[in-house]
């Protein structure tokens, strides 16, 4: 019970709760469609996630000695669940998502302090641990049919059994185009019969389970833009960060580089622009400094798309990104009202002149 | 200039307003109070009249117990230049002078004048004058003389602020009449009502600072007191009314200056140093009485609401009546109530007990339901949205000020920029995590501010030490010299003495040699 009696003696609606539960109506029409094109092994990998993640949280909580319903109450294991989920290639088989589960909450987020605490982005954190350890389960992409896919029985042999069959799978194009450029093949070569920008925004493509239906995604962010639940300035800067550079090398190269919307709308960049970069806890808080940590997660994303071994660099770049929040807030302070910005006081003699002119 | 306008402001300010949108919109709930017009509340058998309704020196009584005064008559005088004296809001007898519970969430208890009514309401001979005849020095002694301070809530002795412009004429005024907090609307019932005494008010205190303009800046929740203000303003070029978006914490005075001028008042200095001053609505109304009519301040318009009062409304009020002649006047209450506050729920004092009085400075009683309160919100921890950085006027990081304050660091918040703090609450507001920001920065600025008072105690006796040791070294060095004198003037003395015996038996021996010769 709060016995605070000082002002303010009213409070806004909004609570955590609140926040979290918008967050995941906002994830819900991408989500929809990928069950929809990856089918029921999908769906299952995402029940297995959130429950291993809610359940991390639960013993957590228990071993840290706080009240267990409300931890689960707030949503936050259930949002880092989903969104683990969300990045994890559809028909994974279970123990993925209940290893990458217990990663998130029990190492990124209870070792480092609980909600509010974590340094790293615990959905991230939790794939790039899956990434370097299980590299063969965590690149199997699955071409999206949804005609024949496997019945809900037959499902839960894949998810709980055997795995994806291998003739299923292929690579996504972010991968392929890598692939062939360490073999001497360029894009005009490589990108034909690959890539389509409108079967990219429908979400046609292998990718992960959330991350392929860029204008679901996209409609999700503005969702939250317009509840207020986000700003728009990581975004924009993400996105500016991906685009601006893509823009121009490909401008200059061509054969060599990526365009800009074949960027957007493949891997991760829509997913994580609007709903992991902006994660309160693990981004910049000062809006100078919001801008910065965007651009840098795009910019990072860019450059190891491009020159890294990886085909797709946005973990890697978040969770970079995550390592930097806590400096650049501390050189992007607001200036404070009256003061300039080394925080002395504003002269008066000065204001005065300054209103003469 | 009648219609409300805008003021126009450079490409940077309005740049600066797109770039930072501070502030929150709380539910206003001006309504039903604001749309019912002001009832006089009958006089109650007795009023107490706190010595200390104003920053600065409280009141000294200049009655007895037993002394009958009329209304208006000064029952108490300022103690020093900041300070105002306090008159009597009726005739009666006065009862005493006792130790009564003050306006304070502590329920701190202070020294108050208790007069008892007797009803006749007779006033005090009273003369008002032309301002227009008066010189400003003039105009401010009359003002102080009135008892008058800031209504918005501050109280700070408004005679001070008119006093300014005798060292140097600023050259704007600002009327406050953003009235930003939920559920209050004195200020905007006086507006309506009264838009003349305002615009007069605001006419005078103009001649006393020596200025060329008026600002009057009010919310745009309030078009009513806004087209009343214009309309009385209509024949006088100078006033301007200006229509302020409907934005907690508006009424800031800081706030309202950068909203209406551009300018920002420093960190380390004041309005009146960018040539503004600005004084709220309803000091205006009370320099135009006291100016126009000779009359104190001695009553104020409040307004009572909140969801628990059964008929909320405007009240003009005697200063001293108890907290509960309000509330009985408006049908009691409904329900269970949660907390009082006096104030708005924004920036306003919890009390715990309706015995206390309105003072001068009291612009609402709110009875709070549950539902409204922040009562029953657990604070959980702060998952750095940055809500509060956003919502902030003063630009500040809550988020970072409150954990510093958590872990005992209270020197490193004041480094980033905690004695900017204005308490208006906007923070705490917007926290989904309830965490009570507020709370951390009054606690941190009252415990920054004992540490100071034990600093400096540590170190006027650490200096009266060091003086004593000084002392006691110079008496010790005094009396040593003093001693050294002593000797050497004894063996002066003896030397002088045997200088002189010596002369002597030389004198005898030349003496004796002669007379030999002889």
Same mark, same amino acid.
């Given at each position: 019970m709060n016995t605070v009696l000082s002002s303010p003696h009213a409070i806004g609606a909004r609570s955590v709760g609140n926040v979290m539960g918008l967050v995941l109506i906002a994830l819900v029409p991408a989500t929809l469609a990928g069950f929809w094109r990856f089918g029921w092994p999908s769906v299952y990998l995402w029940l297995v996630t959130i429950l291993a993640c809610v359940a991390t949280e639960v013993l957590c909580v228990r071993l840290r000695g706080l009240s267990a319903g409300k931890a689960v109450f707030d949503g936050s294991a259930v949002l880092t669940g989903w969104l683990l989920a969300m990045s994890l290639?559809?028909?994974?088989?279970w123990w993925i998502g209940v290893v990458g589960g217990v990663f998130a909450v029990a190492i990124t987020k209870h070792l480092f302090g609980g909600l509010g605490q974590n340094l790293f982005n615990p959905a991230m954190a939790a794939r790039v641990m899956l990434l370097i350890s299980f590299p063969v389960e965590m690149t199997q992409w699955l071409l999206p049919t949804p005609d024949a896919l496997p019945g809900a029985l037959d499902a839960l042999a894949i998810t709980f059994g055997a795995g994806a069959p291998d003739a299923m799978s292929s690579a996504s194009l972010l991968g392929h185009i890598k692939a062939e450029a360490t073999k001497g093949v360029l894009l005009d070569q490589s990108l034909p019969g690959h890539y389509s920008a409108t079967a990219f925004g429908m979400g046609e493509r292998q990718g992960s389970l959330g991350e392929t239906s860029a204008l679901l995604l996209l409609a999700g962010g503005i969702f939250l833009v317009i509840k207020g639940v986000i700003g728009l300035r990581i975004p924009l800067a993400f996105l500016a960060g991906v685009v601006v550079p893509a823009a121009i090398a490909s401008a200059v190269a061509p054969d060599h580089y990526l365009g800009p919307v074949a960027h957007l709308l493949s891997g991760g960049v829509m997913l994580a622009a609007f709903f992991i970069a902006t994660d309160y806890v693990t981004s910049a808080s000062t809006p100078l400094g919001q801008w910065i940590f965007g651009l840098g997660c795009g910019l990072l994303t860019w450059i190891i798309r491009t020159w890294g071994a990886y085909p797709e660099g946005i973990a890697f770049a978040i969770m970079l990104m995550n390592a930097t929040a806590p400096l650049i807030d501390q050189y992007t302070r607001p200036r404070i009202f009256g003061r300039k910005r080394d925080g002395r006081s504003l002269n008066p003699a000065e204001t005065v002149k300054a209103r003469a002119r | 200039m009648g219609s409300p306008d805008q003021i126009p402001l450079s490409a940077a300010s309005r740049l600066g307003r797109l770039l930072r949108r501070w502030g929150v919109h709380p539910d206003g709930r001006k309504h039903p109070a604001a749309g019912t017009e002001i009832a006089v509340l009958p006089l109650p058998p007795r009023l107490t009249l706190p +010595?200390?309704?104003?920053?600065g020196a409280p009141a000294r009584p200049i009655v007895a117990a037993g002394d009958r005064v009329l209304r208006g008559q000064m029952i108490a005088e300022a103690a020093g230049p900041i300070s105002a004296p306090i008159h009597a809001p009726t005739s009666g007898t006065i009862a005493g002078i006792a130790e009564v519970p003050v306006p304070h969430p502590s329920g701190l208890t202070g020294p108050a004048i208790l007069l008892d009514v007797d009803g006749k309401d007779e006033a005090l001979e009273t003369e008002g004058a032309d #301002?227009?005849? +008066? &010189?400003p020095a003039e105009i401010a002694r009359r003002v102080s003389a009135a008892g008058i301070v800031g209504m918005g809530g501050a109280t700070f002795p408004s005679a001070v602020k008119l006093a300014l412009g005798q060292k140097k004429p600023i050259p704007t005024l600002i009327l406050n009449g953003g009235e930003c907090e939920p559920y209050l609307s004195c200020d905007d019932r006086l507006m309506r009502e009264r838009a003349a005494e305002v615009i007069d008010g605001a006419r005078i205190i103009l001649r006393a600072i020596g200025g060329e303009r008026v600002l009057i800046g009010v919310e745009n929740n309030k078009p009513e007191a806004i087209d009343a203000l214009a309309a009385a303003a209509?024949?006088?070029? &100078?006033v301007q009314v200006v229509a302020v978006p409907s934005r907690y914490p508006m009424g800031s005075e800081k706030q309202l200056i950068n909203w209406l001028t551009g300018q920002e008042v420093p960190a380390d200095g004041r309005a009146a140093d960018i040539g503004v001053v600005v004084h709220n609505v309803g000091t205006a109304a009370a320099i135009h009485r006291a100016l126009r009519?000779? &009359? #104190? +301040?001695t009553r104020r318009i409040v307004t009572v609401s909140?969801?628990?009062?059964r008929t909320p409304r405007n009240l003009e009020v005697r200063i001293g009546t108890p907290l509960s002649a309000l509330v009985d006047f408006c049908g009691g209450t409904t329900g269970e109530v949660a907390r009082w506050v006096m104030g708005g729920p924004m920036m306003g004092l919890s009390v715990s007990n309706l015995a206390v009085p309105i003072i001068k400075g009291s612009g609402g009683l709110l009875a709070l339901r549950e539902e409204e309160t922040a009562d029953g919100a657990d604070a959980g921890p702060c998952i750095r949205c940055a809500s509060c950085v956003g919502a902030c006027p003063i630009g500040l990081m809550p988020l970072d000020m409150a954990a510093l304050i958590r872990s005992g660091d209270l020197k490193a918040s004041v480094d980033i920029g905690l004695k900017d703090c204005i308490a208006c609450g906007t923070c705490s507001y917007v926290c989904p995590s309830h965490i009570p920001l507020v709370h951390y920065f009054n606690y941190a600025k009252g415990e920054l501010a004992s540490q100071d008072k034990g600093k400096l105690r540590q170190d006027a006796i650490k200096q009266l030490a060091e003086e004593r040791s000084a002392r006691m070294e110079r008496e010790a060095r005094e009396k040593a010299e003093a001693a050294a004198a002593r000797k050497a003037e004894r063996e002066r003395a003896k030397a002088e003495a045997a200088a002189k015996a010596a002369a002597k038996k030389a004198a005898q021996e030349a003496a004796k040699q002669e007379e030999s010769t002889t």
């Open positions: 290639p559809p028909w994974a088989p | +010595l200390m309704q104003h920053i #301002p227009w005849t +008066l &010189e209509a024949s006088h070029a &100078e009519f000779g &009359e #104190p +301040l909140g969801g628990a009062i």
